[in-house]
């Protein structure tokens, strides 16, 4: 048997566990649809899981190949990468209908997890966390610890995964004159980079909630909170004067961003 053989048995799979998923996929359809008989499944791959976990990996691959992760110099200052960053994640949302079945095994192994989903973490998605981390923390200047920056990390994802999820709530909720420009990459990623740094710098700040590590909240040394809660309020009052740095670096971004200052060039962008 060829490595040929072993290719057309993954892409046959690919197309049926997206249409249908693991439960429903049968290894009889897959060897049909890939001109196969049912020992060659056994052969290239031990068995049925074995096989979806393997077709799982292509599906990432693919859609990576697609739109890759961006890369950057190590000069590019956050706000250019947290912008590249979600330019690539929202062209992969928007435009899975042009990636086929590795974008809707990749979206149906997220929202119905199973075995495969851990593998697909290690090998893809946890890399480009890493770099997502690294950006809010650079954003943020290391004022937070790891609990408020997964919470960051989260929300920047959860913008982008919203216009996938919800194309069509959109397109019905916008005027049909505006329901393109609602989905359209660019605006759309420019909306989420804006709006997730006014969200960093407000948390930076001062205005937000605690790293979880004990160490601040929200910029303010956590024996001031202590302080200030001695008299059995529930919540604090007033909020200490922001740090002058913290305060300088975001009114310079604020004006970056505003005149788009730092954004690169279609021939620069990485990812594109």
């Keep these: ?25 049968t290894v009889r ?15 290239h791959f031990r068995d049925k899981e074995s096989l979806y976990i393997e077709s799982v990996r292509l599906a990432h691959r693919r859609v990576l190949e697609n739109v890759p992760p961006p890369v950057w110099p190590p000069e590019t200052p956050p706000e250019e990468r947290l912008r590249l960053f979600v330019r690539a994640l ?16 990749m979206m149906r192994e997220l929202i119905e997890p199973t075995g495969a989903c851990r593998a697909m973490v290690e090998d893809f998605i946890r890399p480009q966390f890493r770099t997502l981390l690294d950006i809010v923390d650079r954003l943020s200047g290391g004022r937070f610890g790891e609990e408020v920056l997964h919470r960051m ?6 913008q982008c995964m919203f216009y996938h999820v919800s194309a069509p709530i959109v397109r019905l909720l916008v005027p049909d004159t505006l329901a393109d420009r609602a989905l359209d990459v660019e605006k759309v990623a420019d909306h989420v980079t804006r709006f997730s740094l006014s969200a960093i710098d407000a948390l930076a700040r001062g205005s937000g909630e605690g790293n979880g590590n004990g160490a601040e909240v929200a910029g303010r040394p956590r024996d001031s909170v202590e ?3 001695d008299n059995g309020d529930s919540e604090v009052c007033s909020v200490d004067a922001p740090d002058p740095s913290v305060a300088s670096a975001a009114e310079s971004r604020s004006e970056r961003v505003s005149t788009g200052s730092g954004r690169s060039s279609g021939e620069d962008r990485a990812g594109t």
């Design 90 to 105: 929202c062209t992969r949302m928007l435009t899975s209908h042009k990636l086929g079945w590795p974008m809707q095994l």
């Design 29 to 43: 359809e897959i060897c049909a649809r890939a001109g196969v008989n049912v020992a060659a499944v056994n052969y």
């Design 227 to 229: 302080a200030a809660t």
């Design 153 to 158: 990390a989260f929300s920047i994802v959860g």
């Design 1 to 25: 048997m060829t490595d040929s053989t072993r290719d057309r048995i993954l892409e046959a799979a690919g197309e049926v566990f997206a249409r249908r998923g693991f439960e429903h996929g």
